[in-house]
């Protein structure tokens, strides 16, 4: 809406700015909510926890506490009918859904 009323010339540096500041976060309780639960997961106990699996499982634990449902008898199924399973976390990445 503000860049529509800014599109004028004499303001475009200024629609730029409003455009740039428009995209900052308000709060930042996203991010600590997500360190909160890396800090959970990955403990003492698991501290040679890759990047990859440490995101794979941050991504599962916030799927699952917003409420969401996760049938984990197909993502295992899944897991188990893959033989190489090294090559099924690097394929599919994060955007794997079951």
């Not at 004499?10 to 709060?27: H, P, R, V």
């Not at 996203?30 to 990955?42: A, H, P, V």
Request: hydrophobic share 35%; glycine share 6%.
């Amino acid at each position: 809406m503000a860049n529509y009323a800014l599109k004028d010339e004499q303001f475009g540096k200024l629609s730029i700015l409003l455009d740039i500041c428009a995209t900052f976060q308000a709060s930042s309780a996203d991010c600590e909510r997500g360190f909160s639960l890396m800090n959970n997961i990955k403990t003492r106990a698991r501290n040679r926890m890759g990047v990859d699996h440490l995101d794979q499982v941050m991504r599962i634990k916030s799927y699952m506490s917003s409420g969401k449902e996760v049938n984990l008898d197909a993502a295992y199924s899944r897991w188990v009918s893959h033989k190489n399973r090294r090559e099924l976390s690097t394929a599919d990445g994060a955007e794997t859904s079951c």
